[in-house]
Structure formats: C-alpha cells, structure tokens
C-alpha cells in the first residue's frame, strides 16, 4: 500500500518536473531568438526611434529584468492568465480560442482516423510479413507533408476542380475545405504509425508465447487479435498518445499549404512577428495535451497490459 | 449496401454543393477578386500592418503619391506654405463625406493629425516636426511645424483622415475592433472579413465625392503560400492578385506568359528591387575605394538575366531608379575584375597567407558576412550570386540568411550588419529627404550607417528646401554623391510584373506607391465578367 502510494508520488512529481521544464523551456526558447517583437510591431519603412521603441517595450513589460519577466509569467500561468498578445492586440486566449476549433475540427478526425488505420495496417504487414506495402508506407512517410499538399492542390482542386484552393470551415456548405488537407495529415499519420506498428507487432511475433500459441495450433486472426496485438498494444498506445499530443499543433506546414487559418498558421505568424505570448501559450496546451494524453496511455496501457503493473 | 449507396451520394452532393458555393464567389455583378499572401489577421488599419495597406480603400487622405513621385490633390483641393515654411495651409474638397454620409471637415482632419501624434508609434516620426494641426473653418486646416520640412507632404500622403466622433471615443485605437473602425470617405466600404475562408469584401461607395467605382465589389482572398494563389489565377478563381510594393517573383513570369487570358502590367519599380547595402561605420566598409573594388566585382547582367527574367535593367551608380522626377543619368555600374582585383590590391587586402582568399593589410583572415532576407526569394537566390561574384576576386563570404524578424533587429535597430541585400519600397525612397535618403542616412532607418558630413549637407539642405529648381540641383547633387561614394549598390533596376485575367479584367492601372489598389483602377477598370 505505501509502495503504491510512494510509486504515485513518484509519478506524480515526473509529470510535475516535466510539465516545470517545458514551461521554463517555453519561457527561454522564444526569447533566445534572435528578433525584438517590437521592432516588429512597425511596418517595414518606419523609422524606429529608440525612446519611442523603449515606451512600447514598457507597455509590454519586456523592459523589466528577464528573470522578473519569467516570475511574472510562472505567476501569470497559475492563475490562468495567459498574457496580451502583441501582434493581435488582443488577450492570447481570445486569439487562440478562434483559431484553435479549426484545427481540432482538421486534425483531430484526422488523427483518430490515421493513427486507428495506421496501427491496423502496420500489424497486418507485420503478420503477413508484406514487403510491398512496407516500401509503399516509406515513400509516404518519405514525401514532404508540404510536398504531398501541393501535390493534391495540384490534382484535385487546380486540374479536377473537385476540391477548392483552401480556407477553412466557416459553415457545414464548406466541409469539402476539410478533405484534402485531412487526407494529406491521414496518409502521413497511417504511413508512420503503420511503420511503427510493423516494427512493434514483429517484435512481439519472435515472443516465446506466441510460437506457444501457434504450437497449440491457434488461428492465425486468433493468435493476432488475442496475444500479437494486446501484447503489443502498450507500446502502440503509448506511440499513438504522443500523436494526438502534436495533432494540436503539428500541422503548420499542412496549414501553410491550404491556407487554413488554424493553430499552424498562427504559429507561424507569432513566430515570424515574435508574439511571445502566443507562442508561450500554444506550446503550453501542447505540453499539457502531450503529457496528459501520455499520462492516459500509461493507465491504460497498465490496465490492459498486467506486465505493466507489476 | 443501399444505404451506403446513400450516404455516399449525400457525401458527394455536400462536396459538389460546397464547391459550387465557392465558385459563387465573385460570380455578383462588376466583382473584381484579389489574391494576396499578405497575412491580414484582423480589421484594424492600426494594429494589423496588412490591412493597414488596404486603409486607402476605405480612407483618403490629403494628397496621394502619383506618376514619379509626384504628389497630387486629393482630400486636399489646394494648400500653401507660407515663407517660414512652419506653415501649412490646406484648403478641403466641399463635397467629401463620410460613408454614413456625414461631411468631412477640417475638424476631422486636424483631429486626426493630432490624435495619430498622440496614440500611434509610427506617425509619431511621420509626423514628428508637427507642433499642431487645427481646423480654421470647415473647409480650411492649418499645420505649425517645429520647423521647416520640404518633405512633409510626402508624410501626409500616408495619413488616412479619420472621422472625429468615431476615434475621440477610443482611448486605445489599437484594441478597437469594430466596424466603426474601418468607416472613411474612400472608395471603398469595408463589409467583412471572413477569417475561416481568408475573405475580405468591400463594397463600392456610391457616395464618393469622385464618383462611383466601377466596380460593384471587392473581394481580397488570402493564401497561405504562392503556389496556391498561382492555381487560383489560371484557375480564374481570383482576377489578379496583389501584394504591397510588389508584383509577382519574375522567375515565374516565363512560366505564366502564353497561358490562356493571362496578361501582365509591365511597369518600372520606383522601388530598388534589391541593393547591397554597406555598413560604412565599420571597416573596411567605411573605405570608399573598397565599396568601389566590391562594385567591380559584380555581374550586373547575370542578375537581371537570372534573377529577374530580363525583367530588370543594369542600374546606375547614381541608385535612384529612372522613374523619378529629377532623375540624373549618372555612370552605368559595370563588371571588371581586373579593376576590383587592383583597387583591392592597392588598398592592401592581399592573400598573406596563400590559402587563396584575401586578408587585411595586417595579414589577419578577412571574411565578410552577407546577410539577406529570406522571405524575399529573389534576395535569397541574389546572394548566392553575388557570394559567387565576390569570391572571384578573392573575398571570402558567409552567407547570413535572416528572417523578417531577424533582418529588423540587426538593420533597423542593432546596426550589426556588415553587407546585406534589401530591397527599398517607393514610398520608402521618398521618406526622410526623399531620394532614398532615409535607408542611408544614420540619423534615419539608415542601413547604410552614413554621416559623412557631406552627406548630411545635401540632406539637410533637401529638408529645408522647398523651391523645386534648387531641389533639383540638391537631388542631382545627391545622386552625383550616391554614384561616387557607392554607400549602397544597386544590383539591378527591376520593373513589377502584375499578372491578372485578361478574360474577366481590363485597364487595372498601376500606382507607383500603392499598386493596382491605388484610385486610378477604380475609375478606369473594366469587369467583363
């Protein structure tokens, strides 16, 4: 009972230190880029005059010592302020909340759907030991995201005219603008998470109980379902939680592409403007979605699997 | 499977129906669709830069920059300055009104003269030897400067005139997100901007004082990227497209030219469209014979064959493009490299230690830092060449690619910089003293880091002075000083090529300052759709 309680603790405090580093990390790493937000705040031809730079640096309190700015911010966080953003002139949560539906709306039916088919047709190659399928999943994976997009702009919407150019969801009339960039993320989650897989499933095929299983003269899709695969789901789940972490904010490229105004898009315009506060904001929902989402893969992955609990 | 059979077909009619309404877009009578990978994120001319660009749809101003760099009427019928030069008088239009119809007065513009002063970074240097601006009568605004400024209308060309009992309630303009906020006398009323779809639409002003558009509509779409604004254009989903101070990359052109009703505008850029711009703080920069050595060095032709398409011309020593009023034919830049190899020779900056580059004269390794901007293209594939161009003759180059932010902070604020290719907008050739001035002056954005006393001379008269034929010999001066001291090295003259759908569009006019979203377009343009 102690030991137990002792081992929460233990985990406890893991999630905690990891959850402290990222939320320093996401202070220090914006900052050590090299670009001063406010000289950004100007369009390209103003004339920077320094007192009127170092006004504007105090309205946003970068004037302050960085190690008082980091203090400010921890104290912010915890009571769930999230800051101004200085590009949109806005409260980052405001900001982010518009932007973040459209990219859950893209990526996470794409993510369930890729990281379910991907696990399903990486262990059918693994089983029926298919070389074919394994060289077409590298070349998927091997494409560029941002090259497969263009690719599909090219062909369904420019030539075949069956898909539009890009945007975003903005009515149910609209959701045509979800297909090809829900495809692109699809087929690159199921060639990876198919890959893996493979590599998972083979592994636990060389068990010792599974040449037992078949010894005893088991089904094929017996022997699959009941042992290969609820051996080797641990791992899968565990894999497939760190997917659903980044389906949050791994699809700048994709949304570059289709220019889909979403979290990757607003990534992408706070970093290039330097809007610390967008970016410290997006990265700590994703910390929280990454260490949350592997925080359930761990329980359940021990529920399932009694290796694991003891 | 019937039911799947069902499902599918509702899938597809949805799709269909989707697509269709997409293609709806820009179908409505006399609608003209821009392209623009301009990242507009919110309908605030102030705190969003991008739309800001756009602000001149919805607002005019006093005056407005036109052919040459001249400087027309606009909201301001006439004006004069009086012998000081501290003060201006404008006289007002009688018949301009606000979009909900109210009048535009001089209240309105002294108003907005001071309250840009006051709550906006920028104008503070747009307008910053304004001591007040007050309204006389309803039609008559008189400006006091600290002192005299030849070049203040070239500022006030960039000052949109806001409605007073709009703006007096808002403390903080840059969080004022309304549709008030975009209400103005232009062309143009603002109706929305449809974030998910990246559409801004803008409806014609049936009202304004020069009559009423020819267009009914005007829709901006926004891409994420080029390559998807291209399909749209041959596609004919967008008519033309647009993006500030520029026109499309020249190395697309050839693929562009024989498509189906696409044409282009062809016009010279009053803009330099890229230049090498020295550091002259720092040495060996600051040497005048070394900038000349490096000027040698560089293949002029290459880079308007390869870098522009042939769309480009090799340009003067004298920098300021051939558009401009007062424009001096100064000496065409030329390739020798036996010349830069001897000035550099002459000047000490020989290969002490035999390892094939030059050093300094004290036999320490010389290697110059080329920075550029990366989300130019062409300044990326520039650097390359001119990386290339300079090593011929035994100076050693790391490239140094910068994104927008970097760019800023080690150019605008830092001044780190050792070379850098950039690139100047037209308006930007006109601030400071006009002429460029301001990227050169170290008193300014300054990238060149100038104060030779020279220098300053000719500027400082420029700024005073306002008898157009002694600016005329000031400017010459200055581009005679421009062509000697090579404080900045024009690669190539460039022209814009703006493409746009000849099937659905005719008579776009291209201003040199704000490109085919300037006044002219709107009045000459023929919708044929």
């Known amino acids: 009972m102690v030991q137990g309680s002792s081992e929460k603790v233990t985990v406890f405090f893991r999630y905690f230190l990891t959850f402290f580093l990222v939320v320093t990390l996401n ?199 009941r042992h290969v695969i609820r051996a080797s789901l641990a791992p899968i789940i565990a894999m497939s939680a760190i997917e659903f972490g980044f389906a949050f904010s791994g699809s700048i490229l994709v949304e570059i592409v289709f220019s889909y105004p979403g979290i990757g898009l607003l990534i992408w315009e706070a970093v290039r403007v330097r809007d610390y506060p967008i970016l410290q904001a997006i990265f700590i929902l994703v910390a929280i979605i990454v260490i949350s989402a592997n925080a359930i893969a761990d329980l359940i992955s021990k529920a399932i699997d009694p290796r694991l609990r003891s | 499977m019937r039911k799947c059979l069902v499902i599918s077909l509702v899938v597809i009619l949805i799709f269909l129906s989707g697509c269709a309404a997409d293609r709806e877009v820009g179908k409505k009578e006399k609608t003209i669709v821009i392209g623009t990978t301009m990242p507009i994120k919110a309908e605030n001319i102030f705190a969003d830069y991008y739309f800001g660009i756009l602000r001149d749809l919805m607002m005019d101003r006093l005056v407005s920059i036109g052919e040459g760099g001249k400087i027309y009427p606009e909201l301001a019928e006439s004006w004069e300055v009086t012998e000081s030069g501290k003060v201006w008088i404008f006289k007002l239009r009688k018949n301009a009104t606000f979009h909900d119809g109210s009048k535009l007065t001089a209240e309105d513009v002294a108003f907005t003269i001071n309250y840009l002063r006051e709550k906006i970074p920028e104008y503070r240097a747009h307008l910053a030897l304004v001591e007040k601006a007050e309204a006389v009568d309803e039609r008559t605004v008189k400006i006091t400067l600290s002192k005299p400024w030849s070049n203040f209308l070239w500022n006030l060309a960039v000052m949109n005139v806001l409605p007073k009992r709009v703006w007096e309630k808002v403390d903080k303009p840059l969080e004022f997100f309304d549709l008030n906020a975009t209400l103005g006398n232009g062309p143009f009323i603002f109706e929305k901007f449809d974030k998910a779809s990246g559409l801004l639409v803008f409806k014609a002003n049936a009202n304004y004082w020069k009559g009423k558009p020819n267009v009914d509509r005007l829709i901006f779409r926004v891409f994420g990227n080029d390559q998807a604004m291209l399909m749209a254009l041959l596609k004919g989903e967008i008519d033309t497209i647009y993006f500030y101070a520029r026109g499309i990359d020249p190395a697309i052109v050839p693929g562009l030219l024989g498509k189906e009703n696409i044409s282009f505008i062809i016009v010279e850029n009053l803009g330099v469209d890229n230049a090498l711009w020295f550091n002259c703080k720092r040495y060996p920069f600051n040497i005048t014979e070394f900038r000349v050595a490096i000027s040698y060095a560089l293949s002029y032709e290459d880079y308007v064959k390869y870098i522009s398409a042939g769309y480009a011309e090799v340009p003067n020593a004298g920098f300021v493009p051939k558009g401009w009023g007062f424009y001096k034919e100064t000496k065409k830049l030329e390739k020798n490299l036996t010349k830069a190899s001897s000035i550099l020779d002459s000047l000490g900056f020989k290969d002490c230690d035999k390892d094939g580059w030059r050093d300094y004269p004290n036999c320490t390794a010389l290697e110059i830092r080329l920075a550029y901007r990366t989300d130019i293209v062409e300044s990326s594939r520039l650097a390359e060449f001119v990386k290339s161009d300079l090593e011929k003759v035994g100076l050693r180059i790391r490239l140094q690619p910068l994104d927008i932010a970097s760019f800023r902070q080690v150019l605008d604020r830092d001044k780190t910089h050792e070379i850098v290719i950039s690139r100047t907008t037209m308006w930007g050739m006109g601030m400071w003293a006009g002429y460029g001035t301001g990227y050169f002056d170290a008193r300014n954005i300054g990238w060149a880091v100038v104060s030779d006393a020279e220098f300053f001379e000719v500027v400082d008269a420029l700024l005073n002075e306002t008898k157009e034929e002694n600016r005329q010999k000031l400017v010459h001066k200055l581009q005679d000083l421009y062509a000697e001291k090579l404080y900045a090295i024009p690669l190539y003259w460039g022209k814009i090529v703006q493409p746009y759908r000849s099937d659905k569009v005719e008579s776009l006019v291209y201003n040199p300052m704000m490109g085919i979203i300037g006044d002219e377009t709107w009045f000459k343009v023929q919708v044929k759709k």
């Open chain 1, 27 to 225: 202070f220090v790493i914006p900052r050590a880029m090299p670009g001063d937000p406010v000289v950004n705040l100007f369009g390209e031809e103003a004339y920077l005059h320094p007192e009127i730079l170092q006004e504007i640096r105090k309205e946003f309190g970068l004037d302050k010592p960085l190690i008082e700015q980091y203090f400010l911010y921890i104290e912010n966080l915890f009571t769930g302020n999230f800051g101004y953003s200085f590009s949109f002139h806005k409260p980052v949560l405001e900001v982010i909340s518009e932007y973040m539906w459209r990219t859950i709306l893209l990526t996470l039916p794409s993510t369930v759907v890729g990281v379910l088919f991907g696990v399903y047709v990486g262990s059918l190659i693994a089983w029926k030991k298919k070389q074919v399928e394994v060289v077409l999943m590298i070349v998927v994976y091997s494409i560029p995201v941002y090259w497969l997009g263009i690719i599909f702009l090219y062909f369904f919407s420019y030539k075949a005219g069956i898909f539009p150019l890009g945007g975003a969801i903005s009515s149910f009339e609209d959701v045509n603008k979800l297909i090809l960039p829900s495809t692109t993320i699809v087929l690159h989650l199921i060639a990876i998470n198919a890959l893996m897989s493979r590599a998972i499933v083979s592994g636990t095929m060389n068990e010792s109980f599974i040449v037992t299983a078949i010894a005893k003269g088991l089904k094929g899709e017996t022997v699959l379902r």
